[in-house]
Nanobody, 127 residues
Framework: QVHLVESGGGLVQTGGSLKLSCQAS????????MAWFRQAPGKEREFISV????????NYADSVKGRFTISRDIAKNTAYLQMNSLKPEDTGVYYC???WGVGRSMAGSRESEYASWGQGTQVTVSS
């Protein structure tokens, strides 16, 4: 497994932007597909986006398509989530997750696919 640490959360107004980072460490840290999930107050955790271990494939939840962009810096073992045009419904705790990627098909949206999780970072969008 890989150790994940998120950063970059905060308070922003509607329409604003934030960029989250997820630093991975551990053996073969750059061999993992990396994803973002979020959990709003009183709701279940939901999939946001995933990027393949080599950065060549990306998928997004419909709710964030066109507003959020996932990327990764392989050399830095870091995944990013650029969030633009933020809405109050984007408020929640954002979690980074990882699953082994090399030699496997692209990871999906199910939590059960991911063995490693970060501690989460709070994003609050005010109206």
């Amino acid at each position: 497994q890989v150790h994940l640490v998120e950063s970059g959360g905060g308070l922003v107004q509607t329409g604003g932007s934030l960029k989250l980072s997820c630093q991975a460490s551990g053996r073969s840290a750059n061999s993992y597909n990396m994803a973002w999930f979020r959990q709003a107050p009183g709701k279940e955790r939901e999939f946001i986006s995933v990027v393949a271990w080599n950065g060549r494939s990306k998928n997004y939840a419909d709710s964030v398509k066109g507003r959020f962009t996932i990327s990764r810096d392989i050399a830095k073992n870091t995944a990013y989530l650029q969030m633009n045009s933020l809405k109050p419904e984007d408020t929640g705790v954002y979690y980074c997750a990882a699953t082994w990627g090399v030699g496997r098909s692209m990871a999906g949206s199910r939590e059960s696919e991911y063995a490693s999780w970060g501690q989460g970072t709070q994003v609050t969008v005010s109206s």
